[in-house]
């Protein structure tokens, strides 16, 4: 990851290659714009009233900079109306800066960090003054700056990588809260681009046992527990569910349990449950050919899970935290469950497979079983679980569902100041009614003519939770993105990560002062 570091410095005797100002929307520039113009004879002038660059969110103008700047270049990034700037819209301009200053091909750059009270700074519309400036900053440069390579031979002109981010604090007073929060920033971009890492590795590389295997290495690094459950131990414990998907497979299912004890020996857990499929052929229900690659992406609850365990305990928040990955592939074969199976899960229910591509509430069903054992104050599962939830909300939002709409609105809250939008769908009786089944005690897809394909998902998941306050987010739409966005490149999002750790800190804040 790039290098980040802090320093209080005059904006005009600062050196580097690239010098980024985040403005906001005007019609001619003010405050510390106005003043370096003066500086630099009215350029900064001319743009805004020629409309070269106006401060519209994720607009950019870079400018050759001259004496008696320092700096080699002026780049400015947009964050649209003063009154409507939010912390993602800081996030995106910072990824819009960045990812632009590499493909400039600079080394070097610097974000000017403003004065929290300056008249017409960039604080001013942020909704939430306590999301620290600087750490949503490094976030989204960070972000913006993954890249996914390592399959690739060096090339004769190696594409240009940034070396250094210097935050350039406007006065000393202020350094050493901003490298606090750097830090904390630099910990979620390295825990979102580990789950990205695991998302992006093609199944041949990524099996359960390297799930498995990633989990006991970010449990060393970071201090946490981590068991991995085998075959022998699922028969033992009766996940014929699990059980049931991996049959199909050469490769050996894992159900991995890693444990951070940031809280009292007896206080209760936050329980995260995560999709492992590590690769989704739909079964003996093959899917078709086209865009079938994409299903290698079908362990990001897992990847995501492991993530915020990893920042979780990088972060050191105060809680315990359990994160569950059931992990399998699913495969054709003649060992492979076949339509109108009866599997017998942990829970007891049994469960008619009428669809085998229908195999991540499967999986999910004995994981969620499991994390009951726990007691938990709050049990949370991620999973691409339905196709049918990118027809509801595209690529922009999760769906979260649940028992609980207290704890869904949380979340969707958490995910409004991280950029990582949920919106609520409901499970009512008549969905869980076409979860029955004629000879089993549920089925794992509702009769044709049902619809709502992600309600169902979740109508079934809910058959194995109990009275547990719970909420499923259906990622299936927006883990894997098939564009460049301001801070996410093509490919594998991390998304949930960041809105997970913002979760379990307030839970920790609120757990503090009760
Ligand atoms: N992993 C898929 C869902 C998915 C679809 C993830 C697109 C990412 C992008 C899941 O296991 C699946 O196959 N679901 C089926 C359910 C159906 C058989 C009821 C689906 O959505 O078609
Ligand atoms: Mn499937
Ligand atoms: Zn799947």
């Not at 003010?30 to 607009?59: C, H, M, P, V, Y």
């Not at 950029?419 to 969905?431: D, F, N, S, T, Y």
């Not at 801070?487 to 998304?495: C, E, H, M, R, V």
Request: net charge positive; charged share 20%.
């Amino acid at each position: 990851m790039t290098k980040t570091t802090t320093k209080s410095e005059q904006l005009l005797t600062h050196k580097t290659e690239c010098l980024i100002l985040f403005c906001i929307e005007e019609k001619t520039p003010s405050g510390k714009l106005a003043e370096l113009d003066t500086k630099l004879k009215g350029i900064l002038n001319s743009s805004f009233k020629n409309k070269r660059f106006q401060g519209k969110l994720n607009q950019t103008l870079l400018l050759n900079a001259a004496k008696p700047m320092r700096a080699d270049h002026l780049l400015l990034v947009g964050l649209g109306e003063e009154l409507v700037v939010t912390a993602d819209k800081l996030r995106q301009a910072a990824g819009t800066a960045a990812k632009l200053a590499e493909k400039s091909k600079f080394k070097t750059i610097s974000f000017y960090i403003p004065a929290e009270n300056s008249a017409k700074d960039v604080y001013v519309g942020l909704d939430q003054p306590n999301d620290s400036f600087s750490q949503t900053v490094v976030e989204g440069s960070l972000l913006s700056l993954y890249h996914f390579d390592e399959y690739k031979q060096p090339a004769k002109e190696k594409p240009n990588r940034i070396n250094q981010i210097t935050l350039l604090a406007h006065a000393k007073s202020q350094v050493s809260s901003i490298r606090s929060a750097v830090s904390r920033g630099r910990k979620l971009a390295s825990a979102v681009a580990t789950s990205r890492d695991l998302i992006s590795q093609p199944s041949n590389t990524a099996t359960p046992s390297y799930l498995a295997g990633k989990a006991k290495e970010l449990a060393k690094s970071f201090g946490m527990n981590c068991k991995v459950l085998s075959t022998r131990d699922m028969k033992q414990l009766g996940m014929g569910a699990l059980l049931g998907v991996s049959k199909g497979s050469e490769e050996p299912p894992a159900f991995i349990i890693l444990e951070h004890h940031g809280g009292t020996k007896n206080d209760p857990p936050i329980v995260i449950v995560g999709k492992g499929i590590t690769f989704d052929t739909g079964g003996i229900s093959l899917k078709p050919p086209a865009n079938m690659d994409e299903m290698k992406m079908d362990m990001s609850g897992g990847s995501i899970t492991l993530g915020t365990l990893n920042a979780a305990a990088a972060l050191k928040i105060p809680l315990n935290i359990v994160g569950l990955v059931p992990a399998s592939e699913n495969m054709p074969s003649g060992t492979a469950i076949k339509p109108g199976d009866i599997l017998k899960s942990m829970s007891g229910k049994t469960i008619e497979v009428l669809n085998t591509d229908a195999e991540g509430r499967l999986i999910l069903a004995d994981a969620l079983t499991y994390a009951a054992r726990y007691k938990p104050k709050a049990l949370i599962n991620l999973a691409t679980l339905t196709g049918a939830v990118i027809v509801a909300l595209g690529h922009q939002a999760a769906a979260v569902l649940g028992n609980n709409d207290e704890l869904a609105t949380r979340l969707q809250q958490c995910g409004e100041v991280t950029g990582e939008r949920l919106w609520p769908l409901p499970i009512w009786p008549e969905h869980e009614k076409a979860m029955k089944s004629d000879i089993a005690d549920l089925k794992n897809i509702a009769s044709p003519g049902v619809g709502a394909g992600t309600i169902t998902a979740g109508a079934f998941l809910k058959a194995f939770v109990g009275e547990l306050p719970w909420c499923h987010l259906d990622i299936a739409g927006t883990s894997w993105s098939g564009e460049e966005r301001p801070y996410t490149p093509k490919g594998a999002s991390g998304f949930g990560v960041r809105l997970l750790i913002r979760f379990l800190e307030q839970e920790a804040k609120n757990a503090q002062s009760s």
